[in-house]
C-alpha cells in the first residue's frame, strides 16, 4: 500500500506563479522526502523534513511537516518552465521509502 | 564522486527469458534499495541490502526474483522467466550507513521492455 497521496494529481500553472502539492501518509514516519521525477529520467531529492521539523526551506522550496495531520505540503515558489516534473513525497519510517502517486507539474512558459 | 550507477539503463527481453539489473551505490554508501515504478504510478519498495545480507525483502515478489549484494562487485536484481508484467523501471538507491532514516540516492533507472 502506499505511505503517501499527493494532491493534486496533476497542476498546470503559468511561469511565475507559486505552485502547492500536498501529501498524506498513513503511519508514523522518520522523516518525510521530496523528491522530483523529470518524464523518463530518475528521481532527484529535493528536501528531506524530518518528523521533529515543522517547516523547511530550500532555495525557492518552502516545505511543511504537519505530523498530528499526517500531511505534508511542497511548495515551489516563482515557478520557472524548467520545474515541469512528477513531484512525489515519500515517508521513511525504516529504512525503506513508501511513496506516494506523484503530483505531474506543468508550468507553462 | 559518482553517483548511484546503474546498467543498463534500456533492457528488452522476450517473455521467458532471464533480466539482470545492476546497481553499483555510491562510494561510502553500504545500503542498496530496490524500487520498481510502473508508467504513471509513484516508485514501489522492493528489497534493501547490505553487503551480502537481505535486510527487508518485503516487497519483493514471492517468485522468479531475487538481489543480491555481494561483497565485491555491483547489487544485482535478477528476473527469471520475465513476463509482459515485468516492464517497468526499475531503480535502484542507496545511502550511507543508516542512522534512524537518510536520504537515498537514486540511479537513473532500467527501463525493462517484456515483448
Known amino acids: 500500500s502506499q505511505q503517501g497521496e499527493e494532491d493534486p494529481q496533476a497542476l498546470s500553472i503559468q511561469e511565475g506563479e507559486n505552485a502547492t502539492m500536498n501529501c498524506s501518509y498513513k503511519?508514523?514516519?522518520?522523516?518525510l522526502q521530496w523528491y522530483r521525477q523529470n518524464s523518463g529520467r530518475g528521481l532527484v531529492h529535493l528536501i528531506l523534513?524530518?518528523?521533529?521539523?515543522r517547516e523547511k526551506h530550500s532555495g525557492r522550496l518552502r516545505v511543511t511537516l504537519d505530523t498530528s495531520k499526517k500531511s505534508s505540503s511542497l511548495l515551489i515558489t516563482a515557478s520557472r518552465a524548467a520545474d515541469t516534473a512528477s513531484y512525489f513525497c515519500?515517508?521513511?519510517?525504516?529504512?525503506?521509502?513508501?511513496f506516494g502517486g506523484g503530483t505531474r507539474l506543468m508550468v507553462k512558459p | 564522486n559518482a553517483g548511484v550507477m546503474q546498467n543498463p539503463r534500456h533492457l528488452v527481453r522476450r517473455r521467458g527469458q532471464e533480466a539482470r539489473l545492476r546497481c553499483s551505490p555510491m562510494?561510502?554508501?553500504?545500503?542498496v534499495y530496490w524500487y520498481r515504478q510502473l508508467p504513471e504510478e509513484g516508485l514501489k519498495f522492493m528489497v534493501y541490502?547490505?553487503?551480502?545480507?537481505?535486510?527487508?525483502e518485503s516487497g519483493m515478489p514471492k517468485e522468479r526474483f531475487s538481489a543480491e549484494f555481494p561483497k565485491e562487485g555491483p547489487s544485482i536484481l535478477r528476473i527469471q522467466q520475465v513476463v509482459r508484467g515485468d516492464s517497468a523501471a526499475y531503480f535502484c538507491?542507496?545511502?550511507?550507513?543508516?542512522?534512524?532514516?537518510?536520504?537515498?540516492?537514486f540511479g537513473p533507472g532500467t527501463r525493462l521492455t517484456v515483448l
Open positions: 538507491a542507496s545511502s550511507p550507513p543508516a542512522q534512524g532514516g537518510n536520504e537515498q540516492f
Open positions: 503511519t508514523s514516519i522518520n522523516n
Open positions: 523534513i524530518r518528523s521533529n521539523e
Open positions: 515519500a515517508g521513511n519510517a525504516g529504512n525503506m521509502l513508501t
Open positions: 562510494k561510502g554508501h553500504s545500503h
Open positions: 541490502l547490505q553487503k551480502e545480507n537481505i535486510i527487508d
